[in-house]
């Protein structure tokens, strides 16, 4: 097999990854079962909601044109002709003038009153109510459907199922709802060097190396909605490394870390390779990660990312969250990117995509842009960091025509926060914008 590397850009990987990411299967759920799945067909409501005009307040249901002229000084008299709560019908009949109607928030606001006067603005009188002020126009009553309509596309397919689509859902009656299923994810790292936690005397003397990988794009690919069936470590053996890839073969998504580059214990490419995987690209101009392999074997999608931790998130995030999210259905698989100055300098160049791991702090200047925030380096940046990664708020995105950018200037940042998934626009790099 050639060894020879693609260095492809990094729009150029991402083009390459997405184009092998199709949606799953989809399966019937409970709304809160399929919490952090995707819609696999829009939600249309079966009613309409609210079904008739309703109180938005606790108070009282009014002619409004009687009540207008009310003032602390000269309250308006009405009388009290009953007690309406939510989901009580009985005492609903038709208001005449000079009566009032003690109502509850929720409750179907009764023929011939137009407004509802909130129980703040009143006094209670005897068997009726002072109302003591009231706005000019008509207030506090919710019109039937005005916020669903019987047949209405409430949402479309793509939307990912969040606490309020739960609420929504539950709200129109729905049962079950039309979910793509999880990606399934096997991850193994790769080097003798690995141990757990129980080795820790052989870390203290510098005979081993702790996996951080493995447990780190566990709940990476957890939090992008995948589901993990296990991870392990593998020692640098071709025979072993095969056998240990033969044993996820029930995995939609392989990822390995380690041996991914061109020293004599990288043996991830020969093992992939001899086992028939076919080969997407190896190598991205991009730092930190460059060293990435993405390819197929049968229906299986392997990505052999770099060691260093660093790396292995960087890629993770850029890479394979966005294929992720696409193979579980989400309209959107891209992190919310957003444009601020930098607090620092940050450096790029080379002809590399560059993604600084960042911070945000306040901007001595608070007219800038980004609500007076600022990009500021997370700490050192090298790939075998950890700190700064585990302190990023976002990544910052140096495209390769910019050598730097200094405080100041904006720049692109995406946010590492999981709401960001949910941000419209997508991804500009995907779309071929080139940030200034």
Do not use: C
């Not at 090298?382 to 405080?407: D, K």
């Amino acid at each position: 097999m050639t060894r020879e590397a693609d260095w492809l850009s990094y729009r150029q990987a991402l083009d390459a990854v997405l184009a092998h990411a199709h949606p799953l299967s989809t399966e019937l759920l409970p709304p809160v079962e399929g919490l952090g799945r995707a819609l696999a067909s829009p939600l249309v409501s079966p009613l309409t909601l609210p079904a008739a005009d309703n109180s938005a307040m606790d108070g009282y249901a009014v002619r409004w044109e009687e009540v207008t002229p009310a003032t602390p000084e000269h309250p308006v008299a009405l009388k009290v002709v009953g007690d309406l709560r939510a989901g009580d019908t009985t005492q609903i009949h038709h208001l005449e003038p000079g009566q009032a109607l003690r109502i509850a928030t929720g409750s179907p606001v009764p023929s011939g009153a137009t407004g509802v006067v909130r129980v703040e603005d009143t006094r209670s009188e005897g068997d009726g109510v002072l109302i003591l002020t009231a706005q000019e126009k008509p207030a506090n009553i919710r019109p039937r459907g005005e916020d669903l309509q019987e047949g209405q596309k409430v949402l479309p397919a793509g939307t990912e199922v969040n606490p309020g689509v739960v609420s929504l859902a539950s709200a129109m009656g729905l049962e079950r709802i039309l979910v793509h299923t999880q990606p399934t994810v096997a991850i193994l790292s790769t080097g003798s060097e690995l141990v757990g936690p129980e080795s820790l005397d052989r870390v203290r003397t510098g005979s081993a190396v702790l996996d951080s990988n493995g447990p780190g794009l566990a709940a990476a690919a957890h939090q992008a909605g995948g589901r993990v069936l296990r991870r392990r470590r593998v020692e640098d053996s071709l025979p072993h490394l095969e056998e240990a890839i033969r044993q996820q073969k029930d995995a939609r998504v392989l990822i390995l870390t380690g041996g991914a580059s061109v020293g004599p214990a990288d043996l991830v490419k020969p093992a992939l390779e001899a086992l028939g995987m076919k080969r997407v690209f190896w190598r991205i101009r991009m730092r930190p990660g460059s060293p990435v392999y993405f390819g197929t074997l049968g229906d299986q999608s392997v990505f052999g990312l770099p060691g260093n931790p660093t790396s292995a998130h960087v890629t993770f995030e850029m890479l394979v969250r966005p294929f992720l999210r696409t193979v579980a259905g989400h309209g959107n698989p891209f992190r919310l990117n957003v444009r601020m100055p930098a607090g620092a300098p940050l450096k790029g160049g080379k002809g590399l995509d560059h993604f600084i791991r960042v911070v945000f702090r306040s901007h001595e200047n608070s007219s800038q842009a980004g609500g007076g925030l600022a990009a500021y380096p997370a700490g050192l940046q090298g790939s075998g960091l950890l700190l700064p990664m585990a302190r990023a708020q976002g990544l910052a995105h140096i495209p390769p025509n910019i050598e730097s950018v200094a405080p100041g200037q904006e720049v692109e940042v995406f946010l590492l926060d999981p709401s960001g998934a949910l941000a419209p626009g997508g991804h500009p790099l995907r779309q071929g914008k080139t940030p200034p």
